[in-house]
Each structure stands twice: as structure tokens, then as C-alpha cells.
């Protein structure tokens, strides 16, 4: 188990706010420009460390959020990355609360077609987990893959979405079965995985 300090690099600035999910502890890091990381953490968390004044504003809106009372975020968020990482983290925010996309379609939507991996590898690297809302691109097949937050998280997050997965344990192949609501216009598996490979 890493510490926070081995974990949280300093440049996303202070700790800012610890809020609890079902998921588990999300820490929230920053400055007063404003969010540079939203991360899942295990273990010993300095809480309230040098609020910003976005600080109780992103608090109420996670707990509204975790309460199925919100389902878009209205926050200053500052991810540091490349010019590119940038770009695919705008596109995540495109997508919206109940939907899903593969990391194809959100390829082509940026229009890089040819850029699946980069753009999958970009996602990898969201610095700011749920507001940044990279948890809702699955694989073409409707597979998990991966979550920086851990797939349980990645699972949770779209079940508490509206998202139907397979039972079993969580891993990067479990499949999501139904698509919340009428999202993408599909109810079952095989609808699903045709869908995400458009």
C-alpha cells in the first residue's frame, strides 16, 4: 500500500477535500485556479488540508452525485497533460451520465480515427476520476478493461448509473449487459456489443 505523498505527486497540489463514496475515499487535489485530481484512496488520508473556494461546492456536488441527485458536474477543473490527453478528456466530458462509449467511437468522435490506443492510453492517464468521466468507455466488446480507480470502482459507478453487468466476479473482461435507460437505444448483450462497434 502506497501513502498519499507516494501516490498524489505534489504539483496536483494540496489535499483540498476527502469525500466518502460508495466506492470508497475520493480525495480531491488542487489549487485556486482550480480541481487538478480526483482519485480513488485506500488508507490514511490528511483530511481539509487548504481549502480552495471551490472546495464545499465539488463536496456537494460528489455527495449529490453519489446520491443519484446529480448527473453533471459544474466545477473548475485543471488536468495537467499533453495537448492530446487534453483534448481526449474533453471528449470525456461529452459524454453524458447513463451513456457508454468504446474507446473506438471515442476515437472517431475526436476525429483520430486511427488513434484508438492513444486515445485509450490518454484515458489511462485522467488525473480527475468520475467528474472526467472516463469510467463510461468500455471496450468494442462491452468489456470493462480498466480503471485507474480499480475495476470494482469502474463496475460500481456504471451499475450506479443505470448499467447492467454480468455476475461473477469483476475483472477486465466482465461485460456490460444492458445499457441504462434507452442511452444508446439498446437493451442486451449481443445489441450492446453492435452498438460499441459502430
Given at each position: 500500500?502506497?501513502?498519499?505523498?507516494?501516490?498524489?505527486?505534489?504539483?496536483?497540489?494540496?489535499?483540498?477535500?476527502?469525500?466518502?463514496?460508495?466506492?470508497?475515499?475520493?480525495?480531491?487535489?488542487?489549487?485556486?485556479?482550480?480541481?487538478?485530481?480526483?482519485?480513488?484512496?485506500?488508507?490514511?488520508?490528511?483530511?481539509?488540508?487548504?481549502?480552495?473556494?471551490?472546495?464545499?461546492?465539488?463536496?456537494?456536488?460528489?455527495?449529490?452525485?453519489?446520491?443519484?441527485?446529480?448527473?453533471?458536474?459544474?466545477?473548475?477543473?485543471?488536468?495537467?497533460?499533453?495537448?492530446?490527453?487534453?483534448?481526449?478528456?474533453?471528449?470525456?466530458?461529452?459524454?453524458p451520465f447513463g451513456e457508454l462509449r468504446s474507446y473506438q467511437q471515442?476515437?472517431?468522435?475526436?476525429?483520430?480515427?486511427?488513434?484508438?490506443?492513444?486515445?485509450?492510453?490518454?484515458?489511462?492517464?485522467?488525473?480527475?476520476?468520475?467528474?472526467?468521466?472516463?469510467?463510461?468507455v468500455i471496450g468494442r466488446d462491452a468489456a470493462l478493461r480498466g480503471?485507474?480507480?480499480?475495476?470494482?470502482?469502474?463496475?460500481?459507478?456504471?451499475?450506479?448509473?443505470?448499467?447492467?453487468?454480468?455476475?461473477?466476479?469483476?475483472?477486465?473482461?466482465?461485460?456490460?449487459?444492458?445499457?441504462?435507460?434507452?442511452?444508446?437505444?439498446?437493451?442486451?448483450?449481443?445489441?450492446?456489443?453492435?452498438?460499441?462497434?459502430?
Amino acid at each position: 500500500m502506497h501513502s498519499v505523498s507516494e501516490t498524489l505527486t505534489a504539483s496536483e497540489g494540496p489535499v483540498c477535500l476527502v469525500s466518502g463514496s460508495p466506492w470508497g475515499d475520493i480525495v480531491v487535489r488542487g489549487d485556486e485556479q482550480g480541481i487538478r485530481s480526483v482519485r480513488f484512496q485506500a488508507g490514511q488520508v490528511e483530511r481539509q488540508v487548504g481549502l480552495a473556494s471551490w472546495s464545499e461546492r465539488c463536496r456537494q456536488q460528489l455527495q449529490a452525485y453519489c446520491k443519484g441527485q446529480l448527473t453533471a458536474f459544474d466545477l473548475p477543473l485543471q488536468p495537467r497533460g499533453t495537448a492530446f490527453q487534453q483534448r481526449v478528456w474533453q471528449a470525456l466530458q461529452t459524454i453524458p451520465f447513463g451513456e457508454l462509449r468504446s474507446y473506438q467511437q471515442q476515437a472517431e468522435a475526436m476525429g483520430s480515427p486511427g488513434a484508438v490506443r492513444a486515445v485509450a492510453s490518454a484515458n489511462a492517464r485522467n488525473p480527475i476520476s468520475i467528474i472526467i468521466p472516463c469510467h463510461r468507455v468500455i471496450g468494442r466488446d462491452a468489456a470493462l478493461r480498466g480503471y485507474a480507480g480499480g475495476l470494482a470502482a469502474k463496475a460500481g459507478l456504471l451499475r450506479h448509473e443505470g448499467h447492467q453487468l454480468e455476475a461473477g466476479p469483476v475483472t477486465a473482461s466482465s461485460k456490460v449487459l444492458a445499457i441504462a435507460s434507452t442511452a444508446m437505444g439498446v437493451t442486451d448483450q449481443h445489441a450492446v456489443q453492435t452498438k460499441l462497434a459502430l
